[in-house]
């Protein structure tokens, strides 16, 4: 008896033991680890990509989608649709819209974004791009096509006074191409070119 009961609080105090050293390793000295060398060799993602204009004011992040609507609109170079949240681009609500490509209130949305994007645009409804009219899955895309930026060259040069040769040049610098040369599609950050337009003359 005596025996079995010396067992029994034996195996108890390797459990806690071995519970408290797993919490010590696992629960604070690894996530530790990882924030430090997150923070040591990539501490621009680690702390969130955020971007900042020339004050040094931060205006958002280069990994997530933000609204440029409003009155002056028209000088900005529009991000894609976005399905998150109530009014769109919300960080704590990312997703896609769920419907389906034939859902009425999708189609219905598309070919009415489509409308004002080439009404605005000042292109034909058949030359819009679809990243133009359609949400990310995460509703909170950053960039978008090449395409998408090129057509609004006209628009943001002439609202701005800017000739559409600067405005395109700044188009093409911010261009990323394909990541690693062959994943992905050329793409184009929008806050960032937005940050450029801001600066130029």
Do not use: C
């Not at 990509?49 to 990994?63: A, Q």
């Not at 090449?146 to 002439?158: D, G, H, I, K, L």
């Not at 701005?160 to 700044?170: F, I, K, P, Q």
Request: aromatic letters at 6%; zero cysteines; charged letters at 20%.
């Amino acid at each position: 008896m005596a025996s079995s009961s010396r067992s029994f609080f034996r195996s108890t105090g390797v459990a806690i033991r071995l519970t408290l050293l797993s919490t010590v390793v696992l629960g604070v000295a690894y996530p530790l680890a990882v924030w430090g060398v997150g923070q040591a060799a990539f501490h621009d993602q680690a702390s969130g990509s955020m971007v900042t204009d020339p004050s040094g004011k931060v205006v958002g992040s280069s990994l997530i989608g933000q609204s440029f609507d409003g009155s002056s609109s028209a000088r900005w170079f529009q991000s894609r649709p976005s399905a998150a949240g109530e009014k769109g681009y919300d960080a704590n609500a990312s997703s896609g819209s769920n419907l389906g490509p034939n859902n009425p209130d999708l189609v219905k949305s598309i070919e009415e974004r489509r409308a004002a994007v080439a009404e605005a645009d000042g292109v034909s409804a058949a030359d819009v791009p679809a990243d133009a009219v359609t949400a990310s899955g995460s509703g909170l895309d950053p960039d978008i096509s090449p395409e998408y930026a090129r057509q609004q060259v006209s628009r943001v040069a002439e609202a701005r006074g800017l000739s559409e040769s600067a405005v395109r040049r700044l188009v093409d610098e911010h261009t990323e191409s394909r990541q690693l040369g062959f994943l992905g599609e050329p793409v184009v950050n929008v806050l960032e070119l937005n940050l450029a337009l801001a600066a130029a003359r």
